[in-house]
C-alpha cells in the first residue's frame, strides 16, 4: 500500500498564490519563471496579502509569493530586489518542495536576466557573472515556524490509533450481536424495532468514551509536548465528536454488510491502519493519485486531521473548518443510510420468513 501511494516519487503542481504589486514586465517575468517550476503551479492570484492569506488558511494554496511595488525599479537600478514567500511547512514533504522551489527559481532566471543587462552594456559574459546582484529572498514558514514536526506528527499519531480502536470495538461489540442466537433482528426487537434507537443504545457510552480519552490525550499533547492550540475548543470538541461519531457508524456498516466474520475484522484494519500515511501529513494528498486520494477522503480521520491542525496551529476560524466538518458529517449520513437500507432489508426478510 505504502509503495503504491508514493508511486509518483516526487511532488509537482503544488497550488501557491502571487500578490504582484508591482504588476510591471520585470515581475511577470519572475512569476512566470517562478511557475515553470514543475513543483510549483500558480494556481491563484490575490491583489493584497490578507487575501493571500485568507487562501493559505483555507487550503486552497500553500504558499505566497509577494511581489512589491518597486521591484522593477530596483532591478533596472541594478539595486538588490526583494520579495517574500510565506510557505505552508506544516507538510514536510511538501514545505521541503516550496522552499527548494523558490531559491531556484529566483536564482537560475533572474540571474540570467541581470547577466544579459550587465553584457548590453558592454560588460563580458564572465564579468557580467561576478557582477550580479542577487535576488534576497525572505523567507517566512508559517504555521510551524520552528520546523518542529512534533505539532504534527505527534498531533497526527492520536487520533489514527484513535480511530483503529473505535473502527474494530465498535466491529467487536456488533460482531458479538450479529452472530449470536437472536442476531441483529432481535437487537432491533429489544429497541422496538427502531435502527435509530438501537445506534444511540449502543454507540453512545463508546462514542462519550472515546471522546473523553481524547480529550485527555490532548491535554498530554499540550502540557507534556507544547503542542500549540491557537483555536477554538468548541470546534475542536464538536469536529472530535463528529469524527468519533462518523468513524463508529463506518465500523457498523462494515460489520453488518460483509457476511463473514473474519472479513469483518480484515476490511476494518485495512481501511482504518494505513489512514495515517494517507491523509498527507508524510505525502501530501495532492500529489497522490485518484485512487489514493479517493481513498483518503472516504476515511473521517483524513477531515478531521484538517479541522485539528486548523485549531491546533492555524487558528484558522469555524468557516475554514466549516468544509471538513462537513465532510466528516456526509461521511456519518452516508454510513446511516446504508445501516438503515441493510437493517430494513434483514427486517423485511424475516417477516417473508
Aim: overall charge negative.
Amino acid at each position: 500500500t505504502m509503495f503504491y501511494l508514493f508511486e509518483q516519487e516526487v511532488i509537482e503542481s503544488v497550488p501557491i498564490t502571487v500578490v504582484d504589486l508591482d504588476k510591471t514586465q520585470s515581475s511577470r517575468s519572475l512569476i512566470q519563471a517562478v511557475g515553470s517550476d514543475s513543483s510549483v503551479n500558480v494556481s491563484a492570484r490575490a491583489d493584497s496579502l490578507a487575501e493571500a492569506k485568507d487562501q493559505l488558511l483555507r487550503g486552497e494554496v500553500f504558499s505566497i509569493l509577494f511581489v512589491p511595488n518597486d521591484y522593477e525599479k530596483k532591478m533596472l537600478g541594478n539595486q538588490q530586489p526583494e520579495v517574500t514567500v510565506f510557505s505552508n511547512i506544516q507538510y514536510m514533504s511538501l514545505g521541503l518542495t516550496i522552499t527548494k522551489a523558490f531559491p531556484i527559481a529566483f536564482a537560475t532566471h533572474l540571474g540570467q536576466i541581470q547577466a544579459e543587462r550587465l553584457m548590453t552594456q558592454g560588460v563580458d559574459a564572465q564579468q557580467a557573472m561576478r557582477e550580479l546582484m542577487p535576488i534576497s529572498t525572505d523567507l517566512h514558514p508559517v504555521f510551524n515556524p520552528t520546523l518542529n514536526y512534533v505539532y504534527t506528527l505527534v498531533n497526527g499519531i492520536v487520533p489514527t490509533i484513535l480511530q483503529v480502536i473505535v473502527m474494530l470495538s465498535i466491529a467487536y461489540t456488533f460482531i458479538q450481536d450479529k452472530y449470536s442466537q437472536e442476531g441483529l433482528l432481535g437487537l432491533l426487537r429489544e429497541n422496538g424495532n427502531s435502527i435509530f434507537r438501537l445506534l444511540v443504545n449502543k454507540l453512545l457510552p463508546y462514542i462519550l468514551a472515546f471522546l473523553g480519552a481524547l480529550c485527555i490525550f490532548d491535554l498530554g499533547l499540550i502540557v507534556f509536548f507544547d503542542i500549540p492550540f491557537n483555536g477554538s475548543v468548541t470546534l475542536e470538541l464538536f469536529s472530535s465528536l463528529i469524527f468519533i461519531i462518523s468513524a463508529a457508524l463506518f465500523a457498523v456498516v462494515i460489520t453488518i454488510w460483509i457476511p463473514s466474520r473474519a472479513f469483518n475484522y480484515g476490511v476494518i484494519s485495512v481501511s482504518s491502519s494505513p489512514a495515517f500515511g494517507f491523509m498527507g501529513l508524510f505525502f501530501p494528498r495532492i500529489s497522490m493519485d485518484a485512487a489514493a486520494h479517493t481513498w483518503s477522503s472516504m476515511l473521517p480521520l483524513t477531515w478531521y486531521m484538517e479541522a485539528r491542525l486548523d485549531q491546533t496551529l492555524r487558528d484558522a476560524g469555524w468557516l475554514a473548518s466549516s468544509r471538513e466538518i462537513i465532510a466528516m458529517f456526509i461521511i456519518g449520513v452516508v454510513a446511516y443510510m446504508l445501516i438503515v437500507i441493510k437493517l430494513s432489508l434483514l427486517k423485511k426478510g424475516a417477516h417473508h420468513d
